[in-house]
């Protein structure tokens, strides 16, 4: 069964202090690691897709990142704008027509 | 251009009640989700639609719930019956096709609450 789990549940953090959200997965053939931003009351926000392990994206002060097992969200010198809820989704093998199996989250907390 | 769109964006309902759900996907798009939200939890894959015809509805909870395109754009997703356990925040996606490297767009959702 496929499976998402996401660290941590919530974290806070400085304006300007860096660092990671993990999002650790199983799945049958991954074609496919997702993040998204949600803002409270909001439908999520897509960011990235990442395929292959090695695979590196950016965008402003996120980078994500892939493994075998588990990617990494990288938020470099935060700011309080970058503060919302972010979640990691995969699409397996056996769900190739676009089921996505989301984790719980990282709400994220960026003091000025 | 234009997202996806979803209405009403709250419902406010009694316990056995019948509700609907409307989603308007973007423009284009062939295939059309539907996840459920609880509070402090992702969401969870409900159903979805490659045109007009449900391709996977395996996380439909129980006969309780249905959903529709009948155009293969506007969907909308029925409740009979409803219980105070439904309440949660449904929301719709579109992508520009299925599989392959196609992301998901959500829209905002619709807020339900079986009272």
């Known amino acids: 069964e496929d499976q998402v789990t996401q660290s941590p549940e919530a974290l806070r953090l400085q304006e300007g202090e860096s660092s990671s959200l993990n999002c650790s997965y199983t799945v049958s053939g991954l074609r496919g690691l997702f993040w998204y931003r949600q803002d409270p009351g909001k439908g999520p926000e897509f960011l990235f897709t990442?395929?292959?392990a090695g695979e590196e994206k950016e965008k402003e002060r996120l980078k994500a990142t892939l493994t075998k097992k588990e990617s990494f969200l990288h938020i470099t010198a935060p700011k309080p704008e970058d503060s919302a809820t972010y979640l990691c989704?995969?699409?397996?093998?056996?769900?190739?027509?676009?089921?996505?199996?989301f984790g719980q989250g990282t709400e994220l907390s960026v003091k000025p | 251009g234009a997202g996806v769109s979803q209405t009403p964006s709250n419902k406010v309902t009694e316990k056995g009640k019948y509700v609907e759900l409307r989603c308007d996907p973007i423009?284009?798009?062939?295939?059309l989700y539907w996840y459920r939200q609880s509070l402090g939890q992702g969401p969870e894959f409900l159903i979805y639609?490659?045109?007009?015809?449900?391709?996977?509805d395996s996380g439909l909870p129980n006969d309780r719930f249905f959903a529709v395109r009948p155009e293969g754009s506007v969907s909308t997703l029925k409740i009979q019956r409803t219980e105070r356990g439904d309440s949660a925040v449904y929301l719709c996606a579109s992508s520009l096709t299925t599989g392959g490297r196609n992301e998901q767009f959500f829209g905002p959702g619709t807020r339900l609450t079986v009272l």
């Open positions: 990442l395929y292959s």
């Open positions: 423009s284009g798009h062939t295939a």
């Open positions: 639609f490659q045109g007009t015809g449900a391709a996977d």
């Open positions: 989704a995969v699409r397996g093998v056996y769900n190739q027509g676009g089921k996505l199996i």
